[in-house]
């Protein structure tokens, strides 16, 4: 089981972009499905975005919401979520997930270990 650590959260206005970061404390992460979930206040957590481990290259999104606004990628071992055109509603803890096996997938059943999340704010 991993340790996952987000980071890169916070407070920013409608518009705004921010650059969340995920990594496994004393490993890569490159040999692993990651995934993005979220949770805003009074709702239950939904999957935003996975990419498979390095060399298979393929990344999802979950929700007409996020197409064209999230974007996932992986670098030096550490899994990123760049949010472009942040609105309101994209506020929530952002949480980076290990999966149980090797599949990408917006259930929260499918999610062996989470991190401790990532405060995004969205306001004016």
């Known amino acids: 089981q991993l340790q996952l650590v987000e980071s890169g959260g916070g407070l920013v206005q409608p518009g705004g972009s921010l650059r969340l970061s995920c990594v496994a404390s004393?490993?890569?992460?490159?040999?692993?499905?990651v995934g993005w979930f979220r949770q805003a206040p009074g709702k239950e957590r939904e999957g935003v975005s996975c990419i498979e481990r390095r060399g298979r290259g393929v990344r999802r999104n979950y929700g007409d919401a996020m197409k064209g606004r999230f974007f996932i990628s992986r670098d030096k071992g550490a899994v990123y979520l760049q949010i472009n055109t942040l609105k309101p509603e994209d506020t929530a803890v952002y949480y980076c997930?290990?999966?149980?096996?090797?599949?990408?997938?917006?259930?929260?059943?499918?999610?062996?270990?989470w991190g401790q999340g990532t405060q995004v704010t969205v306001s004016a």
């Open positions: 997930a290990q999966y149980r096996t090797d599949a990408c997938s917006n259930l929260v059943r499918d999610v062996y270990s």
């Open positions: 004393g490993f890569t992460l490159d040999n692993y499905y």
